[in-house]
């Protein structure tokens, strides 16, 4: 597109701003709707993954890689840079790399349905951009024209409509409008309830649920046993493997009732980092599944096992309904219950995408069988 049509799509974006927002940098509240809003509840805290941009990236994330955001132009446009930053020590820098991008940044926040949400951003640089779609009951985006080379705080309000339980929360800038930098990200609301924890599915079905996690070890052994035995397998694999072979998982995740869940990005003890940490190794895994296969997972199995009370928040604020673990272990050859007996209706059994898996399953089926019990797919469960 030519220099000339893209000033006059400037022109005419601006037209259209001004006549939704005032000039300056904040566009006023949204009016609540009839009756104002329904289910508000808990304390305002900021949601926003990675607000200042000074969390690492987690072990074996992409390299290049903004924590907690994904930006359109990659690693090639985004990136986080260390000094002149508003307030710590790091800020996002983008630079649009040709004249088709805005250089947008994006993450999705999970929200509470008819409720009021603020979300803010500093910026500098020309005709930057900070909105939410999704929210039920869009409204334009606070914009600015210039900073004039200083730091300036951009301002919108929200208010979320009765079937919206996540936002896209962005930032961009113009065509042709030079780089531009972020910092300070807020997303001020109640918080979504803390995610469930569960070892097992309470049902009175003689049913059992079959998860494998990890992926590093793929064997056409194992998928034709599923395949043959129409196994309804739930998969928690991390982005790398699932990112270096897709087709096997969505081959192996045929069956009704199966699915690809969150297992984190790089198979870290959660506990041992804080809840900002845990949020982008739960919320960058929960975007590498979305963008791989289609489906938001809404179940997140910790590494290890191992979680607490920040897991649970961290969870929910990526849209994570249920921190899973299991009550059987049945993986490299193991064939260990943790509790009395024999497999119980709603069990969860535990196995890793190794060289042992087929005979795994095969040790696991016979154990169920045995119980009088089916595998069942555990999404369907869980809704």
């Known amino acids: 597109m030519s220099i000339s049509t893209r000033l006059s799509a400037l022109a005419a974006s601006v037209a259209l701003l001004t006549a939704f927002t005032a000039p300056a940098a904040s566009a006023g509240p949204e009016p609540a709707p009839a009756g104002g809003p329904s289910s508000q509840s808990g304390p305002s805290v900021n949601l926003a993954t990675n607000p200042g941009f000074e969390l690492p990236a987690p072990n074996l994330a992409d390299w290049g890689a903004v924590p907690g955001w994904s930006c359109t132009g990659g690693p090639a446009e985004a990136a986080v840079t260390i000094g002149a930053a508003h307030s710590g020590t790091s800020a996002l ?6 004249a088709d991008s805005t250089g947008e940044c994006a993450q999705t926040v999970a929200v509470q349905p008819d409720t009021t949400y603020t979300a803010s951003a500093w910026v500098r640089g020309a005709f930057v951009h900070l909105g939410a779609t999704g929210t039920g009951r869009d409204v334009a985006p606070a914009w600015t024209e210039t900073t004039g080379g200083g730091w300036q705080q951009l301002t919108t309000r929200f208010t979320t409509g009765p079937s919206a339980h996540s936002v896209r929360l962005y930032v961009h800038g113009w065509y042709q409008q030079g780089p531009f930098s972020v910092d300070d990200v807020r997303v001020d609301g109640p918080a979504p309830a803390p995610a469930m924890a569960a070892g097992s599915v309470p049902t009175s079905d003689k049913v059992v649920f079959f998860t494998v996690d990890d ?3 793929r064997t056409p052994e194992a998928e034709k046993f599923i395949a043959d035995h129409r196994l309804p397998i739930t998969a928690f694999p991390l982005p790398m493997p699932a ?6 998982f969505q081959r192996v995740t045929t069956v009704p009732g199966s699915s690809i869940q969150d297992h984190s990005v790089s198979h870290t003890d959660l506990t041992t980092l804080p809840q900002t940490q845990q949020q982008v190794e739960i919320c960058d895994a929960r975007d590498a599944v979305t963008r791989l296969f289609g489906t938001a997972p809404a179940v997140f199995r910790s590494p290890y096992f191992a979680w607490n009370a920040d897991t649970l928040r961290a969870a929910a604020n990526c849209g994570i309904r249920t921190v899973l673990t299991a009550d059987a272990d049945f993986s490299w050859g193991a064939s ?7 497999l119980q209706p709603g069990d969860v059994v535990l196995m890793h995408w190794t060289d042992t898996l087929a005979t795994d399953l095969q040790r696991a089926l016979a154990a169920a069988d045995a119980a009088g019990l089916k595998p069942a797919g555990l999404a369907d469960y869980l809704r």
């Open 243 to 248: 990112g270096t072979d897709p087709g096997f």
């Open 336 to 342: 260990n219950i943790w509790h009395p007996g024999t």
């Open 215 to 217: 992926g590093w070890q």
């Open 93 to 98: 820098t983008v630079t649009p790399a040709n």
